[in-house]
C-alpha cells in the first residue's frame, strides 16, 4: 500500500483516501498489512467493492489482488531466505497459474508455519515513510 495517492494508475488522487482490504480480513493479521491493502480514491473504493447500480469492477479488483499477493510474497520470500528456506512458487505441476486469493492464502500459510510475522501495524504515514 503506497499511501499519499490512490493506487490505480492514472488516477493519483491525494484526497478522501480510504484503505481498501484486497482479500477481506479473514486472514488477520496479514490481510489488513499495508503490503496487502490498498490506498484508493473513493471512487475507485466503490469500483472494486461494488455500487448498487454500477456493478464491480473485476479487471481492476483483480490487478489489485495480483499486486497486493506479489508484494506479500517477495516479503515473506526475503524473510524465509533470511531463515535459509526457499522461495515461493504459485504454479500447479501442470504449470496452470494460481489465482489470487489462493496463492495468498498459501503464503500467509507459509508465513505462519515458519514464524514469519506481518510487518508492524501504524498509521499510513507512518507506513509510507518506510516505503520510500
Known amino acids: 500500500m503506497r499511501a499519499g495517492r490512490c493506487e490505480v494508475l492514472g488516477c493519483g488522487t491525494t484526497v478522501l483516501l480510504e484503505r481498501h482490504h484486497n482479500f477481506g480480513r479473514e486472514r488477520e493479521p496479514w490481510s489488513s498489512s499495508h503490503l496487502v491493502c490498498a490506498c484508493l480514491c473513493r471512487a475507485h ?16 479488483r483483480s490487478a489489485l489482488q495480483s499486486a497486493a499477493v506479489e508484494e506479500l510474497r517477495r516479503y515473506v520470500t526475503a524473510a524465509l531466505a533470511a531463515k535459509g528456506s526457499l522461495a515461493l512458487l504459485f504454479f500447479d505441476q501442470d504449470g496452470t497459474e494460481w489465482p489470487a486469493n489462493r496463492r495468498f492464502g498459501y503464503v500467509c500459510e507459509v508465513a505462519d508455519l515458519n514464524g514469519v510475522e506481518p510487518p508492524s501495524f501504524g498509521s499510513w504515514k507512518e507506513q509510507a515513510r518506510f516505503e520510500r
Open 45 to 60: 473504493h466503490r469500483a472494486v467493492t461494488g455500487r448498487v447500480g454500477h456493478g464491480l469492477d473485476r479487471e481492476l
